[in-house]
């Protein structure tokens, strides 16, 4: 898997489109900026494989948690079924011919990730569990994944209650230092031990530095400088938008332009809006997922609660400017009378939906980059938006 | 079996014959099993066949349009849970169920009979085993307010309001639905139940049923309507019933009612009901469809019964295949990369991918494995028609 810049940057911002492709046909995969969407164990939430075929191009997460063990008392290995499956997970899961994201850990799900140098392991706290797993360990599931992205291990902090809020910058530093080290141990690792599956996969760099511009710009400047990283994933804390534009901007600024650059963006389409004008090529995002959920619908630019009795009579489909499966054949009263007798089919019908609606949205932003627009569309969509849309 | 038909039911026999017909293709030489062909307006149901239930106008966890597409030719939906939500006027609204599901294949309705049991004494199962006489499902007895001659008079679940089923009513409900098979208003009496009350029973449910078909021949609206047969395990009433329901013009026969406690007391009332039931109209076997059933009652003659069985025993973790029914949490399947069954329901996915998505307790497990089921009975379905085509059965 590589990535090419597309079109330069847009002058008013850093918007720039580009694109993926697979390495041995040169084949465009898909176009950026784009979203690629986070399953769980594999799956896609409520959407079964013969529909998620008919996406045209759509990057999928996986979460290493998931895959590492199998079973609940951690003596069933993933990367043992993996290899004796053969195939990677593209066959595992059904998921071809969508790209797979390999991620090291989701933000969301741990508090803390911390690495025993003497032991070589790592230890990721997650609400009162503690996950005990080895350098080998992760390395295995890579191997045997053969997933098109895969990031690098890293160490993660964010518990700063202690502190009375203040991040503790010796232990910052310390940890940007480690985090460092283990990419770049892990990027020799790889390439040495698994060669093929080294150069058929991009190996994702982790930036990270809290949210210490100055420890952000360190640390950006030497994960770029490591031989073999294909692309760059930002990791940034939850916080608000603003913050999360400065701390974007201050990676970017110190990354590679010929490099892909990726965050994680579940929040809003107007964080996504802000993150690509900051320059960030792909996105990590659980969005239609989120929406699906609490029985939103995505008619772009708004979005409509399908849960309230307005709809109970409403024939229209659910964006009259979509052509997804579920506009095509069902209307909003259905989904409204799904919803509120709690049918799970509901769920299946808003993921389709809302997953079309927002890659069609990554469809639209490509367009206005690559037409020198960007700027009047952000405009104008963040004008048009309602106030209950956010 | 004579039928008397007055000028009125003449003509309205004649009109739903044009939108709704029976044909036999084979009957097997070596029992009553019979391959046909129901004629609806949405479409042609081959019998035998099994009918899904798509109680909320929705199958669980899987979308309908799938099954539908793999030949799924009948599906069933709840008129008293549509009822509740959204209503027969949305509904109708809508241009009927058929364009409100999206659905293109032939539908059933039912008429809230069994739910007029269901609130009174909770599930089949626990009825037969006594539980609801001890009181233990008294949230079900507070919704059924009273049972009378007009009709059946409950409290909604959803907002606590009275409604009044009365035979009428329902018929009117379903007109709204504008499913293809209509079901008059019955009452299912509990499997025990003292042998007066039964008969009291079976005679307001004859009352209902011949007011039920008095409503539908008012506007037929391109549906047929089938009786539904009662009188419990009780032979005598039994008889009765199919007499009595023979002779007025249903356009074809349910069994319904208490059908015994267990799979031999239900096939050896069949084996009583069936030969006596007119063979030139289609019958339906309601609320019984689990494979062991199905092979049993095929041969006796039934062309359709309804079941959520597949659906529901999906969820809890097992697959039907044709080496038996897998039990897919069982740490066998960890690793083994082939789908349930080569040729039926899902192939592409494997047992290995299913097990580990139903060990992490995955919603996509649910519909994956109840998908798999439904399309599995298509098949199913369609080999017996085959067998039976080839005098196997």
Same mark, same amino acid.
């Given at each position: 898997?590589?990535?090419?810049?597309?079109?330069?940057?847009?002058?008013?911002?850093?918007?720039?489109?580009?694109?993926?492709?697979?390495?041995?046909?040169?084949?465009?995969?898909?176009?950026?900026?784009?979203?690629?969407?986070?399953?769980? @164990?594999?799956?896609?939430?409520?959407?079964?494989?013969?529909?998620?075929?008919?996406?045209?191009?759509?990057?999928?997460?996986?979460?290493?948690?998931?895959?590492?063990?199998?079973?609940?008392?951690?003596?069933?290995?993933?990367?043992?079924?993996? !290899?004796?499956?053969?195939?990677?997970?593209?066959?595992?899961?059904?998921?071809?011919?969508?790209?797979? &994201?390999?991620?090291?850990?989701?933000?969301?799900?741990?508090?803390?990730?911390?690495?025993?140098?003497?032991?070589?392991?790592?230890?990721?706290?997650?609400?009162?569990?503690?996950?005990?797993?080895?350098?080998?360990? &992760?390395?295995?599931?890579?191997?045997?994944? &053969?997933?098109?992205?895969?990031?690098?291990?890293?160490?993660?902090?964010?518990?700063?209650?202690?502190?009375?809020?203040?991040?503790?910058?010796?232990?910052?530093? !310390?940890?940007?230092?480690?985090?460092?080290?283990?990419?770049?141990?892990?990027?020799?690792?790889?390439?040495?031990?698994?060669?093929?599956?080294?150069?058929?996969?991009?190996?994702?760099?982790?930036?990270?530095?809290?949210?210490?511009?100055?420890?952000?710009?360190?640390?950006?400047?030497?994960?770029?400088?490591?031989?073999?990283?294909?692309?760059?994933?930002?990791?940034?804390?939850?916080?608000?938008?603003?913050?999360?534009?400065?701390?974007?901007?201050?990676?970017?600024?110190?990354?590679?332009?010929?490099?892909?650059?990726?965050?994680?963006?579940?929040?809003?389409?107007?964080?996504?809006?802000?993150?690509?004008?900051?320059?960030?090529?792909?996105?990590?995002?659980?969005?239609? &997922?989120?929406?699906?959920?609490?029985?939103?619908?995505?008619?772009?630019?708004?979005?409509?609660?399908?849960?309230?009795?307005?709809?109970?009579?409403?024939?229209?489909?659910?964006?009259?400017?979509?052509?997804?499966?579920?506009?095509?054949?069902?209307?909003?009263?259905?989904?409204?009378?799904?919803?509120?007798?709690?049918?799970?089919?509901?769920?299946?019908?808003?993921?389709?939906?809302?997953?079309?609606?927002?890659?069609?949205?990554?469809?639209?932003?490509?367009?206005?980059?690559?037409?020198?627009?960007?700027?009047?569309?952000?405009?104008?969509?963040?004008?048009? @938006?309602?106030?209950?849309?956010? | 079996?004579? +039928?008397?038909?007055?000028?009125?039911?003449?003509?309205?026999?004649?009109?739903?014959?044009?939108?709704? +017909?029976?044909?036999?293709?084979?009957?097997?030489?070596?029992?009553?099993?019979?391959?046909?062909?129901?004629?609806?307006?949405?479409?042609?149901?081959?019998?035998?066949?099994?009918?899904?239930?798509?109680?909320?106008?929705?199958?669980?966890? %899987?979308?309908? =349009?799938?099954?539908?597409?793999?030949?799924?030719?009948?599906?069933?939906?709840?008129?008293?849970?549509?009822?509740?939500?959204?209503?027969?006027?949305?509904?109708?609204?809508?241009?009927?169920?058929?364009?409100?599901?999206?659905?293109?294949?032939?539908?059933?309705?039912?008429?809230?009979?069994?739910? %007029?049991?269901?609130?009174?004494?909770?599930?089949?199962?626990?009825?037969?085993?006594?539980?609801?006489?001890?009181?233990?499902?008294?949230?079900?007895?507070?919704?059924?307010?009273?049972?009378?001659?007009?009709?059946?008079?409950?409290?909604?679940?959803?907002? *606590?309001?009275?409604?009044?089923?009365?035979?009428?009513?329902?018929?009117? #409900?379903?007109?709204?639905?504008?499913?293809?098979?209509?079901?008059?208003?019955?009452?299912?009496?509990?499997?025990?139940?003292? =042998?007066?009350?039964?008969?009291?029973? %079976?005679?307001?449910?004859?009352?209902?049923?011949?007011?039920?078909?008095?409503?539908?021949?008012?506007?037929?609206?391109?549906?047929?309507?089938?009786?539904?047969?009662?009188?419990?395990?009780?032979?005598?009433?039994?008889?009765?019933?199919?007499?009595?329901?023979?002779?007025?013009?249903?356009?074809?026969?349910?069994?319904?009612?208490?059908?015994?406690?267990?799979?031999?007391?239900?096939?050896?009332?069949?084996?009583?009901?069936?030969? +006596?039931?007119?063979?030139?109209?289609?019958?339906?076997?309601?609320?019984?469809?689990?494979?062991?059933?199905?092979?049993?009652?095929?041969?006796?003659? %039934?062309?359709?019964?309804?079941?959520?069985?597949?659906?529901?025993?999906?969820?809890?973790?097992?697959?039907?295949?044709? +080496?038996?029914?897998?039990?897919?949490?069982?740490?066998?399947?960890?690793? #083994?990369?082939?789908?349930?069954?080569?040729?039926? *329901?899902?192939?592409?996915?494997?047992?290995?991918?299913?097990?580990?998505?139903?060990?992490?307790?995955?919603?996509?497990?649910?519909?994956?494995?109840?998908?798999?089921?439904?399309?599995?009975?298509?098949?199913?379905?369609?080999?017996?028609?085959?067998?039976?085509?080839?005098?196997?059965?």
């Amino acid at each position: 898997m590589k990535w090419n810049v597309f079109s330069e940057q847009d002058k008013e911002t850093n918007a720039r489109t580009g694109f993926f492709s697979n390495n041995a046909a040169d084949k465009v995969i898909c176009k950026t900026p784009h979203c690629i969407l986070v399953t769980s @164990r594999g799956s896609l939430p409520h959407v079964t494989n013969d529909v998620l075929s008919e996406f045209p191009c759509l990057g999928l997460q996986l979460e290493t948690f998931d895959f590492l063990w199998l079973n609940s008392n951690s003596k069933l290995k993933g990367s043992d079924i993996l !290899r004796e499956f053969g195939a990677g997970m593209h066959e595992y899961c059904q998921l071809q011919p969508h790209p797979l &994201y390999l991620s090291f850990v989701s933000q969301q799900q741990v508090d803390k990730i911390t690495f025993s140098a003497k032991r070589q392991q790592f230890h990721a706290y997650q609400r009162g569990n503690t996950i005990t797993f080895s350098w080998s360990d &992760y390395l295995e599931l890579v191997q045997t994944s &053969y997933c098109d992205m895969v990031e690098c291990p890293s160490v993660v902090t964010k518990d700063d209650s202690k502190n009375g809020g203040v991040w503790d910058s010796n232990r910052l530093q !310390r940890d940007c230092e480690q985090s460092t080290q283990l990419q770049y141990e892990f990027i020799q690792q790889w390439s040495q031990q698994h060669g093929p599956s080294f150069e058929q996969s991009m190996c994702i760099g982790v930036v990270q530095g809290g949210m210490k511009e100055e420890q952000r710009r360190r640390h950006a400047q030497s994960i770029s400088q490591l031989n073999g990283i294909g692309g760059f994933y930002i990791d940034v804390l939850p916080a608000k938008l603003t913050e999360q534009q400065k701390l974007a901007s201050i990676s970017i600024s110190n990354l590679p332009p010929w490099l892909p650059r990726g965050m994680e963006a579940s929040g809003s389409l107007e964080q996504v809006l802000a993150l690509v004008g900051c320059g960030v090529d792909y996105f990590i995002s659980s969005y239609p &997922y989120i929406l699906s959920t609490h029985g939103y619908a995505l008619d772009l630019p708004h979005k409509n609660n399908l849960w309230n009795i307005q709809y109970r009579n409403n024939t229209d489909p659910l964006s009259l400017h979509c052509s997804c499966p579920v506009c095509r054949r069902y209307t909003r009263a259905y989904l409204n009378h799904l919803l509120n007798t709690h049918e799970m089919l509901a769920m299946t019908l808003l993921m389709i939906h809302n997953s079309a609606q927002y890659i069609q949205f990554f469809h639209q932003i490509q367009q206005a980059i690559e037409t020198k627009t960007f700027g009047a569309f952000q405009k104008q969509f963040l004008a048009s @938006r309602r106030v209950d849309d956010s | 079996m004579r +039928r008397q038909f007055c000028k009125t039911a003449i003509q309205v026999e004649e009109q739903v014959k044009e939108s709704f +017909r029976f044909e036999i293709i084979h009957k097997s030489s070596k029992s009553r099993a019979r391959v046909g062909r129901i004629y609806t307006p949405h479409g042609i149901i081959d019998t035998p066949a099994y009918v899904a239930v798509a109680t909320n106008a929705a199958l669980k966890h %899987v979308d309908h =349009r799938l099954v539908g597409d793999a030949g799924q030719q009948l599906m069933f939906c709840n008129t008293y849970h549509l009822l509740l939500h959204p209503g027969p006027a949305v509904i109708e609204a809508a241009g009927g169920l058929h364009k409100f599901m999206n659905r293109k294949g032939a539908i059933i309705t039912d008429s809230g009979g069994f739910q %007029v049991f269901s609130l009174a004494h909770g599930s089949v199962y626990d009825e037969l085993n006594m539980k609801s006489r001890v009181g233990t499902n008294k949230k079900y007895t507070s919704l059924l307010l009273s049972v009378t001659e007009e009709g059946a008079t409950f409290r909604s679940y959803r907002d *606590g309001s009275k409604i009044t089923l009365t035979p009428e009513y329902s018929v009117q #409900i379903q007109k709204s639905l504008q499913g293809d098979i209509i079901i008059p208003l019955d009452e299912l009496p509990p499997y025990h139940m003292e =042998r007066s009350k039964l008969v009291e029973s %079976v005679n307001l449910t004859h009352r209902w049923e011949l007011r039920s078909l008095r409503e539908h021949q008012k506007n037929p609206k391109n549906q047929a309507m089938y009786a539904v047969i009662h009188g419990g395990v009780d032979r005598e009433l039994r008889q009765k019933s199919i007499e009595f329901l023979c002779s007025h013009p249903f356009d074809g026969f349910a069994i319904g009612g208490s059908l015994g406690k267990d799979r031999q007391e239900l096939i050896q009332l069949l084996e009583f009901v069936m030969p +006596r039931i007119p063979t030139e109209y289609p019958n339906h076997l309601l609320g019984i469809a689990d494979l062991e059933s199905i092979e049993r009652v095929v041969p006796l003659g %039934v062309d359709t019964m309804d079941s959520c069985y597949p659906f529901r025993v999906g969820r809890h973790g097992n697959l039907f295949t044709r +080496r038996g029914v897998l039990h897919i949490s069982q740490s066998k399947y960890r690793n #083994i990369f082939e789908p349930p069954d080569p040729e039926w *329901g899902l192939k592409d996915v494997t047992l290995a991918y299913l097990h580990h998505l139903l060990k992490a307790r995955e919603p996509m497990a649910l519909t994956l494995l109840s998908l798999h089921n439904a399309l599995f009975m298509v098949e199913f379905m369609k080999d017996m028609r085959h067998r039976i085509l080839r005098d196997e059965i």
